[in-house]
């Protein structure tokens, strides 16, 4: 049973570009959520998405956004990246219980 | 960002020594989450506490809902050089459909030899 997974592992992009970055839930799980983590930081969370609708947000501007497929998969989209936009973004899904299982995450830095 | 708080910050400790570290918060949550993140790595789930005044153990690990339900602790017995990482504790806020969590600042625990 595959668990949550993330590409790509890393990426690097510079200042003004968009990246996307993609996530696949743990086998079952249908909502899917999105964190940042800045180094030396725990993690933010972004949004999260069920039924492919996003459903809640975190304190992020709206150059950040998402989709979330029939599948359950996921994408995280950034726009007009900024420096301060380089960290570790971790997806994670979470099953009826409440527990929230992570990826390994991607780490983008930008230039 | 809205993160709850850890303590201690970090910590280096012998082997085999016993580690406690705590996570509180002005809110109340109806889930406590305990992970432990190496360096590069997703965090991964050690403990999931539902009700105010659980105690819960994973191995050598036990962890507690606090009473008031703004806190939660997190033991470790025996360490060993592999417990080395960052814990986070997490709580949840919200019902399904428009939950999310809140994470703590995270405890470094570096072990000794």
């Known amino acids: 049973d595959a668990g ?51 459903r809640q947000r975190g304190n992020f501007p709206d150059r950040f956004s998402g989709h979330q497929f029939p599948n359950y998969s996921s994408e995280l989209n950034v726009n007009a990246l900024l420096l301060g936009d380089s960290a570790l973004y971790l997806c994670a899904s979470r099953d009826l219980s409440d527990e929230q299982f992570f990826g390994p995450g991607t780490r983008l830095t930008v230039l | 960002g809205q993160q709850l708080n850890q303590s201690p910050q ?57 009473t008031t339900r703004k806190d939660s602790f997190l033991n470790i017995s025996a360490s060993i050089p592999s ?24 405890t470094r625990l570096k072990v000794l030899a």
């Open chain 2, 83 to 106: 417990d080395v990482g960052i814990y986070f504790c997490a709580g949840l806020l919200g019902a399904s459909g428009t939950y999310k969590y809140i994470f703590g600042t995270g």
């Open chain 1, 4 to 54: 949550v997974t993330q590409s790509p592992t890393h990426l690097i992009k510079t200042r003004g570009q968009q990246v996307t970055l993609r996530c696949s839930p743990k086998s079952g799980h249908d909502t899917v959520s999105w964190y940042q983590q800045a180094l030396g930081q725990g993690p933010q969370f972004i949004f999260q998405y069920y039924e492919e609708e996003e």
């Open chain 2, 10 to 66: 970090s910590m280096f400790i012998q082997e085999g020594e016993d580690v406690s570290m705590n996570c509180t918060s002005s809110s109340i949550f109806n889930t406590w989450l305990w992970y432990k993140q190496d360096p590069g790595e997703g965090p991964v789930l050690l403990i999931a506490l539902y009700k105010a005044g659980e105690l819960t153990s994973n191995g050598r690990l036990t962890a507690q809902f606090g």
